[in-house]
């Protein structure tokens, strides 16, 4: 008779030889508990969704999967009040799925093709540390919170902060502010590639007034990076009179943004500039309706 352990390492070892003696091991848990068991008993391996990060030239060689799919991740559940998106969700799904808000949909839809799109999840893209991200800025200014399961139970916390260690097994993306103002603006090379930077702005309105505001950007640098100068440029302000120029020269006191071969550091600050030109723009006018 094998006990848990011994009978999870043969697993191991017949889905091995049933890869073809390839070195790869592969694992389908039936529940969390057991994927954080696996997980606990094999470190090295990585967990798989979608496979577009471990599939990819880039990426480090895992060592065996322990897939998520048989987890019931992949739900959406739209109320008036809040939106969880399971973290199997693909991003195609969430470009199609009635109730999933402008920002969130259409962020969705210009990741770099189709075929990402049908495979990619947007556990994924939260756990997976991409260097650059169309979806995270957009969650961050909605401030979303993440469901986790992590020593045998559920957790919650706000993606900003589970961003900072990526614990655990990310079960859900909640939204729970839906009445934010949110836009956002991308920056790409090229159609089929990936973004250059993305910016997302978020807030909520008291009267005519700013409140809770959220400056989010991804792909200055390899960290997704929130302004705390930006949103407190904006706080308590009066939608109508805020100036981009404002939010902007707060914005790039936080910014630090690294060479690459696509662009300077003095271009990406360029583009940021102008993205928050046409974000502020754009939510003053829904602010104004
Ligand atoms: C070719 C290519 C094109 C891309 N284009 C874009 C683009 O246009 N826009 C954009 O924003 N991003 C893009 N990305 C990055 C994109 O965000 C990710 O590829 C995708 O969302 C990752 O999801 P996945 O399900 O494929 O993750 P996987 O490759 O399956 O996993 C990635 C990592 O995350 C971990 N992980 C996955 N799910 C969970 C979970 N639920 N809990 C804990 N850990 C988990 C895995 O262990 C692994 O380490 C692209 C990537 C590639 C390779």
Redesign the pocket.
């Known amino acids: 008779m094998l006990n848990a352990r011994s009978k999870m390492d043969a697993d191991v070892e017949f889905e091995t030889q049933a890869l073809g003696g390839k070195d790869l091991a592969y694992l389908a848990p039936l529940s969390l508990q057991e994927a954080e068991d696996m997980k606990a008993a094999h470190p090295e391996f990585?967990?798989?969704?979608?496979?577009?990060?471990?599939?990819?030239r880039a990426?480090p060689r895992?060592k065996g999967l322990?897939d998520?799919k048989n987890l019931a991740?992949d739900e959406i559940d739209v109320t008036p009040e809040s939106l969880a998106i399971g973290?199997?969700v693909?991003?195609q799904e969430l470009t199609e799925y009635p109730g999933i808000p402008k920002a969130v949909s259409s962020a969705a839809g210009?990741?770099?093709?189709r075929n990402?799109r049908n495979?990619?999840?947007?556990?994924?893209?939260?756990?997976?540390?991409?260097f650059?991200?169309?979806?995270?800025p957009v969650f961050l200014a909605y401030r979303a919170d993440v469901k986790?399961f992590l020593g045998k139970k559920m957790s919650t916390l706000p993606l900003s902060q589970w961003l900072q260690a990526?614990s655990?097994?990310?079960?859900s993306i909640v939204i729970r502010q839906l009445d934010r103002n949110v836009a956002f603006r991308q920056e790409?090379i090229s159609k089929i590639?990936?973004?250059l930077i993305?910016t997302a702005v978020g807030w909520k309105k008291a009267g005519t007034q700013i409140k809770e505001a959220v400056v989010a950007i991804?792909g200055a640098s390899g960290k997704m990076a929130l302004s705390e100068s930006g949103a407190a440029c904006l706080e308590g302000k009066d939608v109508s009179v805020i100036e981009s120029s404002m939010v902007n020269a707060a914005v790039q006191q936080d910014l630090q943004p690294t060479e690459s071969i696509k662009a300077s550091s003095r271009v990406k600050r360029r583009i940021v500039e102008s993205q928050l030109k046409g974000i502020i723009a754009e939510l003053q006018k829904e602010g104004a309706l």
Do not use: E, H
Request: with cysteine; net charge positive; glycine share 12%.
């Open positions: 990585q967990f798989f969704a979608g496979g577009t990060i471990l599939n990819w990426a895992a322990i998520l991740l973290a199997m693909t991003i210009l990741f770099s093709s990402v495979m990619a999840t947007v556990g994924g893209t939260a756990a997976g540390r991409f650059v991200s169309d979806l995270l986790y990526r655990g097994i990310l079960c790409k590639d990936f973004p993305v991804s």
